[in-house]
């Protein structure tokens, strides 16, 4: 082989070197980013938002232009109560992405909460800008109608909002919006409709039973209580609202089951272990707390 194809084959070789070396670090980056993201989504579904919000950095850390992670960490600041922490990141995430509808409603809630309707309301404009079908479009601009004290306009837009994708939420919203309107019958109506949407049927059928007990019903609210108890036997939250429940209407016996119930059903959670005594009166509580530390 003479000079010029030694030089020839020698960039081939190199060139081909360079290309397996990148792809390898690109492949190992993907690999690390997978690895972070199954345990930040693991850590945000069991609510252990601190140790998600770390996996959501590491990911940032190794690729700076992830959108998704910006938002899931903002969304975990925002479950830790770091308002500027999430507002930074929810920022962020919608530079990256702006067409994130998620991210600008978040982001619009925010604006509305420190008193900037202005900038509330170009989340929400720029959200049916980007799709006028969307739910949360109409519901932040009738979040914004209400804090202008608005509230018809505020039931228009959340009428609206129940035509989209985001139909439960939507109900909600509305529910809440008639109740402050003193139209119970369709505040009640809203939150039935909640619950046809609502997957789980819990978060909605909770919200309806309060709703029982703010306006004195409190067979329909302990029926809507039990059917939540059935619905999910193994979830320690409903147990603890159905003990609540009783509590608030002097059955102390059965407040008492349910609270037991409720810690057996969640061991390790040691919070309901430390929230019972302050629930309960003292010597209901107490009798429970005993109870439980030596369970």
Known sequence: MNRTGNRIYSACALMM??????????????????????????????????EAAIEYKNIIKLKPTHATAYYKLAM?????????????NMSRAIELDPKMIDARHHLGTLYLLSGQTDKAREQAMAIL???????LGHMLLGSIYLKENNLGKAIEESLKAVQG????????????LYELNRDLNQAEVMLKQAV???????????????????????????????QAVRNSPKDSVAAMKLGSFYVLTGRMNEAEKQ????????????????????????????RIFIWTKRS
């Open 165 to 176: 994708d985001k139909k439960m939420e939507a109900y909600l919203q509305l529910s809440r």
């Open 76 to 88: 975990c600041q925002l479950n830790m109560r770091m308002f500027q922490e999430a507002f930074a």
């Open 196 to 226: 046809k949407f609502d997957d789980t049927k819990q978060k909605t059928r909770f919200a309806l039973a309060e709703f029982y007990v703010r306006t004195g019903k409190k067979e329909p609210a302990e029926q809507e209580y039990l």
């Open 259 to 286: 609270f037991i119930r409720g810690v057996e059903l969640s061991p390790g959670n040691a919070s309901l272990r430390v929230k019972i005594p302050a629930i309960l009166p003292y010597w209901l509580g107490w």
């Open 129 to 135: 800008k980007i799709d006028s079908t969307k739910s």
């Open 17 to 50: 070197i360079i290309f397996l070396l990148v792809g390898a670090a690109g492949c190992s980056t993907e690999a690390k980013i997978e690895r972070h993201w199954k345990k930040a989504e693991k850590y945000y579904s069991e609510e252990k938002f601190r």
